[in-house]
Each structure stands twice: as structure tokens, then as C-alpha cells.
């Protein structure tokens, strides 16, 4: 499981690579005075605020919905100074395990039960306006960037395989724009404090397969539906430059 998660982090840095090359260049050209770059390691809470129409498919009862979970995690912050004003920042962290739980009254005595575990990645890459320019004591920023998620280790809970069967829960993958504020606290020229608050447009399309517990070959019910997961990202974390 480990080195399926590096696979997926190394291939989601890759593509931020991609971006962040265009920016590095022309970082060679910034003041030497001060730091370049900077790592802030700190807590990330995730807070989810989805909407998604009501699962429908084969054998799906009517009035089934999910509620997506919040989750904190571990955060990590890479950021590099540009010319001027601006900073390219890359946010990684420790994927948090998302449940999400039964809505909707089609769902009986199971509402308001957890149905599903899930990984979450999503690297994101920004460009920030720092509004004191580099280096202020205090550093209010703003930042627009690209967000790529991917849901990974998807497992159904008791409560759905116990009603359902032997279930796969499949999510896609998301690309979407991403924006947040923040506002760095300089103690010297090396340590720091940061805390930002981040939005993203992260959907996904997600199909809910259940067996027959006798014959695993046969489908006994299949459920879609789109999930559009609205997330607010707050984050404080302890810098170090260099």
C-alpha cells in the first residue's frame, strides 16, 4: 500500500512539475539577499461541504444519497520565491482517510452510518501575490492555482456489504482550479508561521458495484452518481527558509 501511494504521489508531482517549471526559471533572477525557498510542515483540516444527486442505476433503491466527511492531516508546503511580488507554492501532505456516510431516506435503518473509506491525494500548485512584497514581517498573500485529486483504497464498511453484498466502490479522478489567502508571521530571516485558508473544485464520478455473496461474478446492484465536493482547506503549519 505504501509504494502504491508514493506511485500516485510521485506521478501527481510530475504533473505540478510541469507547471512549476515554466515559474523556476526566471526564479534565478530574484534578489539574493533573502531566502528562495521555504518549507512549512503543519496540520491541514479538511472540511467537506458536498452536494450530489441521488444515487440511480441497477437495482438502486430511490432515495439514497451520501454525506462526505471532513478529516485532518499531516500538511506540507514548498514554496519558491520569483521575481517581484510573486511565489510559485506547491501543497502536498499526508492523504487523509475520508468516510462517507449514508443520507436519504431510502437508506432505512442505515442513515447516518458510515458506507465508505477513502484515500484522498491532491497536490496543488499556486502562484501568490504577496502584497508587502518579499519578505515582510508580516506577509498577507493571495494565490490562484491547479488542483489534481485521486481517490485511492476505497473499501465499502459493514454497514453497506452487510445491506448490499460484496461491494467496489470506484471514484474518479478530478482536475480542477483552486485559490486561497493566507498570511505568513516572520520571527527572523529562516523561521516562520503561516495559516491559509483554501477552496477547490474537486468532483468526482463515483459507481457503487455490489456481488452475489454465493456467485462473485454476478452484479447484484449498481449505483452512479456525481459528487461535487465543495472543500475549504484551513491550514497552520511552521515554516523553515533557506
Known sequence: MRQ????????ALMAAGLMAGAVFAPAAM??????????????????????????SG????PNLNLDVGDATTLGLVYVRDLPGPFSFELVLGYPPRVRTDAAGSGWGALRGAGVT????????????YHFFGDYAKWD??????????????????????????????NLSDSWGAAAHVGLIYRFNSKWSVVGTVAVADVQSNLTSTSYSPVNPSVITSQAKTHINFHPIIYTLAVGYSF
Open 58 to 61: 441497477y437495482n438502486t433503491p
Open 117 to 128: 473509506d477513502v484515500d484522498v491525494y491532491s497536490p496543488t500548485a499556486f502562484i501568490n
Open 140 to 169: 498577507p498573500f493571495v494565490g490562484v492555482g491547479l488542483n489534481y485529486t485521486k481517490f485511492t483504497n476505497t473499501k465499502a464498511l459493514p454497514p453497506l456489504t452487510g445491506a448490499q453484498g460484496p461491494t467496489k466502490i
Open 30 to 55: 530574484a534578489d539574493d539577499a533573502g531566502p528562495q525557498n521555504t518549507v512549512f510542515v503543519g496540520l491541514a483540516y479538511l472540511q467537506n461541504h458536498s452536494k450530489s444527486a441521488n444515487l
Open 4 to 11: 502504491s501511494r508514493f506511485n500516485v504521489l510521485r506521478g
